[in-house]
Nanobody, 121 residues
């Protein structure tokens, strides 16, 4: 499956941004989906995930501020990000996992190209 993430940009501290990920070339509904992020000089880390049935999972650092959702009829994944701060600055990647949910990036076999989110004061 091919994934394309978009929606990144520059936002002020405290602001909001919505990311989207479009999937093609596969059965989107059969995958666990997730958003990972990678800040400059840091490892790629899990941010949010969603199961095939819509159960959601969040990293502690984004819980209560980010909302992940999916629309299997449109083959799309979304991430609504609110109350952004400088620590959220990163390249955000959408990823697909054909098995059960895990926050480990090594279980995700399809990746989008990433979209940059920059939070400034």
């Amino acid at each position: 499956v091919q994934l394309q993430a978009f929606g990144g940009g520059l936002v002020r501290t405290g602001g909001s941004l919505a990311l989207s990920c479009a999937a093609s070339g596969g059965t989107f509904s059969s995958y666990v989906m997730a958003w990972f992020r990678q800040a400059p000089g840091k490892e790629r880390e899990f941010a949010a995930g969603i199961s095939r049935s819509g159960n959601t999972y969040y990293a502690d650092s984004v819980k209560g501020r980010f909302t992940i959702s999916r629309d299997n009829t449109k083959n799309s994944l979304a991430l609504q990000m609110n109350s952004l701060n400088a620590n959220d600055t990163a390249v955000y990647f959408c990823a697909a996992n054909p098995n059960y949910f895990t926050a480990s990036r090594w279980s995700y076999i399809y990746w989008g190209q990433g979209t940059l989110v920059t939070v400034s004061s």
